[in-house]
């Protein structure tokens, strides 16, 4: 008599996030039937904590660099007295200490994020998803860009040494991207570049092939999705970049 499919063996959190990583269309399978995410929420938010409690003292020696460059070009710094700039630059210094209590807020957000525009494109691409299945999707998934690319950036960053850093710039070569090839671009430029590295791209084939594969989205429409997702947040931080 065949197993019963009640009774069959189900894929645990922890085995659809290892799968994401080297057998993504047995965990977009598994997710489908069951919406996993909270393994993926907790891991991806400790590598990416550990990340930045590596990456600290580089975060604070860019900090003072670029606090001492605000000083001679701000007018509002530059009148302080310098015991009320050391004061400021103490404030923000010790901001950075506490970054990484940050992450998993970040993490959460962003999935969130996430899992609304893959809504979007199921509904546009005439796909079968909902919003838990794509929550839970767009969690695991996550962590590539949000646990391991920022644990290595972290790890980097703590081998380099503190020196190596004084512009988010330096942080944002910390890893191999297409910043490389243009060593003299502005800012803006740089970090859009930036956003073509191996995780950020193979992210976006995952949330492609996600979306297909978990909520049958039309080809089309979950490739596009998936440019929306990975390359349109990198178009609106490099608005932001200076």
């Not at 998934?141 to 646990?147: R, T």
Request: proline share 5%.
């Amino acid at each position: 008599m065949s197993q019963d499919l009640t009774t069959a063996p189900k894929s645990s959190g922890l085995t659809i996030l290892w799968d994401v990583i080297v057998a993504p269309r047995s965990a977009f399978a598994a997710l489908r039937e069951r919406p996993q995410w909270l393994w993926a929420f907790v891991i991806t938010s400790v590598l990416g904590m550990i990340g930045a409690v590596l990456a600290i003292p580089a975060g604070q020696h860019m900090m003072t660099a670029m606090f001492q460059q605000m000083a001679q070009t701000n007018p509002q710094i530059a009148q302080m007295t310098p015991e009320k700039q050391q004061q400021v630059l103490g404030i923000q210094l010790a901001i950075q200490k506490f970054t990484w209590a940050y992450y998993p807020v970040i993490v959460l957000v962003a999935a969130l994020v996430t899992a609304l525009v893959m809504l979007i494109f199921n509904a546009i691409g005439g796909g079968d998803g909902n919003f838990k299945r794509f929550f839970a999707l767009a969690m695991n998934i996550a962590v590539i860009g949000f646990g391991i690319a920022y644990f290595l950036v972290g790890l980097i960053a703590y081998l380099r040494g503190p020196d190596a850093f004084s512009t988010p710039r330096d942080l944002l070569g910390a890893i191999p991207s297409l910043a490389w090839i243009a060593p003299g671009a502005s800012a803006k430029v740089a970090s859009l570049l930036g956003a073509f590295n191996p995780f950020t791209i193979w992210s976006f084939v995952l949330i492609a092939l996600g979306m297909r594969e978990a909520a049958n989205v039309k080809p089309a429409m979950a490739w596009i999705g998936a440019v929306v997702i990975v390359f349109g947040g990198a178009l609106v931080g490099a608005a932001f970049a200076q």
